[in-house]
Each structure stands twice: as C-alpha cells, then as structure tokens.
C-alpha cells in the first residue's frame, strides 16, 4: 500500500492547477483531472482546461480525451481512472489527482455508490415533464421528496434533479439514502490537500477569471459549439448563459454577469462538498509549497509505517 494519490480540492479559480504542477514536477510524476467538464477538447477555454504550455510541461490524463458529442458518465470514468492509476502506479508511487467535481474525486478515492436499477420509461417521463411543467416543478418534487439532496445538488442543472428523482421515484426512497454505504477498498493510500481563501477573495478570483475567459475568446468558442447546445456537456456554467444571449434571450452584459453568479454557487457548493471529508488538510490559497510539502511527506512518512 506504499502507493499514494495527492488529490487536490477546493473551489473554482483558487489556484488548483498550479500547485498540482508544482506538486508533480516535485515529485517527477504525472496529473490525472477529475474535472467532468475538462474531458471534453472542445471547450478548453470555459472550462478552464490547462493550456498547451502546462501539459507539455507535465503529463496530464483525462484531458480533452472526449468529445462533447460522446455519451460519458461518471460510472465509465470510474472505470477507465482506475486501470490508468494501476499502469501509472506502476512506474510513480505518487499520483496527483486535481478536480473541482466531487463526485468523480470520490469515484476516485471511494468508489461509487450502488444504486438500484430503475424503469427508463421513469427518465422519459421526467424529461417530459422538464419540457411540459419546466425545472421548477422538478425542483419542487425533489424538496418534498429529498431535501437532503435538494440542497447539496446544483439544482440549476436539469439533468441531475432528474437523475436523482428517477430514484426517488423508481426506488420509492430518497436519493440520499443510498449515498455514503461501506467504502470500497483502494489499491493506493489518499491525501487530500484542500485549497480555500475568505469568501470575498473566492468571488473576487472567479470575477477575474470570467473576465480572463472572454479576453482568451470564449465567446468564440461557445459560438461553434451552439448547434450542440441540447448536448449535456454544454449544459453548465459559462456556455448555458451564453447560448442565451446567442438566441437573443439576454444582453451580453447580463450574461457575463449570470455566469459570474452561477459560478460563484457552484464554488459554494463545492466548498459544502469537499469540507464533508475530514481528511483533508485545508490550506489558505497563498499558503507557500515549502508547507503543503512538508505536510503531505509527514503523512506519507506516517503513513508508510502502517
């Protein structure tokens, strides 16, 4: 078990990227992302993908490996992660893993929870509703039914109300009750290294960083991936608000400003995800390497004498 996996959390825009390059040249190893939405090699910029420089310094998997147009689910990234930490283990003892969604950082570590089947016809009639009666009647249903989930989940995003009712629904009981059973044991030993700063400071950083997307031309991107906007990978924060002003629903300027609000919800959330595991170490984002290292080789140290 003298094999570990770094894994590096924290809100959108606190710095992530840079301290797992740090991480990894230190340790003369290579970066796996556990961002669902870095996957896809069409939207680099909104997504705010590492750039050609940063992953020809280092090496990086499940990066731009999948297209938008490619069905993709956190259960098959479960799969294919673990056979690439098996090979990568194999040459590396030290592993970085590097994303803000948390799910597919606890598919990761954890493993998945096991869910019951349900009838499909349950999801048809959801997705027909969602068309019929709009999100907010979803939204309602899942209070009522599980308000646990309710508020933990980005209830903005269509397609996970629905998965998590299609439960509620199928298995007559709430989504939160089949989250969170006996873990699934793991070839390799986690650290988690958590990344955060004052509120003030998060929001001031995700301001700037939507600004940076603009001037970097993500209008531009977002233009040629709009006739794929019914695809669920553009169903998120930075191209849903601009299809909005692309179909003339919004000014530009309130678009911007709706992207900047959502992402500042979805790094609350993140935050109320990732502070649920008391494993992770929580560091200031300015917090200097020399420290994070020192940190993570005691635990390595302590570690490895078990």
Known sequence: MNKFIISIVGPTGIGKTDLSLKLAAHFQTEIISADSRQFFKEIPIGTAAPNNEELALIPHHFVHNKSITETYSVGHYEKEVLNCIKKLHQKHDVLILIGGSGLYVKSVLEGLDDFPKVDPKIRKQLNLELKTEGILALQKELKVKDPVTYEKIDIENSHRIIRVLEICRGAGKPYSKFINKDKVKRNFTPISIGLDADRDIVYERINKRVDQMLKKGLLKEVKTVYKHRGLNALNTVGYKELFEYFEGNW?????????????????????TWFKKNERTKWHDYQTSLEIILNQIQAEITNLSKH
């Open 251 to 271: 000014t530009l300027d309130f678009a911007v400003e709706e992207i900047k609000k959502n992402s500042r919800r979805f790094a609350k959330r993140q935050l």
